[in-house]
């Protein structure tokens, strides 16, 4: 008379198994795509595992670390630019070299460096 649908029933995973799992994905050149058909799961499980803050959060899913950026002291030496021929050379705190051979590629190097710093 009536047709039903088969109902799933949702898998519970224990806390050692989902922690196994979450060191597999951690390895290197390992997927959690990769680790799931392994384990017959969807990836999306592993997925909200991962960002799960009983877990260890967003960092494991990530990898990256925090970076701060601040402002890179800047050396301008130069000599002035009285004729055509005279370079000057901007140096970064890292040992970057910017030479700027005329006055309106060294307004833009300069304009640039202050949009940074």
């Known amino acids: 008379m009536f047709d039903h649908k088969p109902v799933r ?9 989902k922690l196994q799992v979450l060191a597999e994905t951690r390895e290197p050149f390992v997927s959690v795509a990769e680790v ?7 990836a999306n499980v592993i997925f ?3 960002r799960d803050p009983r877990f260890g959060g967003d960092k494991a ?11 890179a002291p800047v050396a301008v030496t130069a000599q ?3 004729g055509p021929g005279d370079d000057v050379i901007v140096e970064l705190a ?5 030479r ?4 309106p590629s060294l307004v ?10």
């Open 80 to 82: 002035p630019m009285s």
């Open 61 to 71: 899913v990530t990898g990256f670390l925090p970076v701060k950026i601040g402002p």
């Open 36 to 42: 799931a058909r392994r384990h017959g799961m969807n």
């Open 94 to 98: 890292a040992g970057a070299r910017i």
């Open 9 to 17: 029933k949702r898998r519970s995973y224990s806390r050692a198994f």
């Open 48 to 50: 909200n595992w991962l």
């Open 100 to 103: 700027c051979r005329d006055e």
């Open 108 to 117: 833009r190097v300069l304009r640039a460096l202050r949009q940074v710093t």
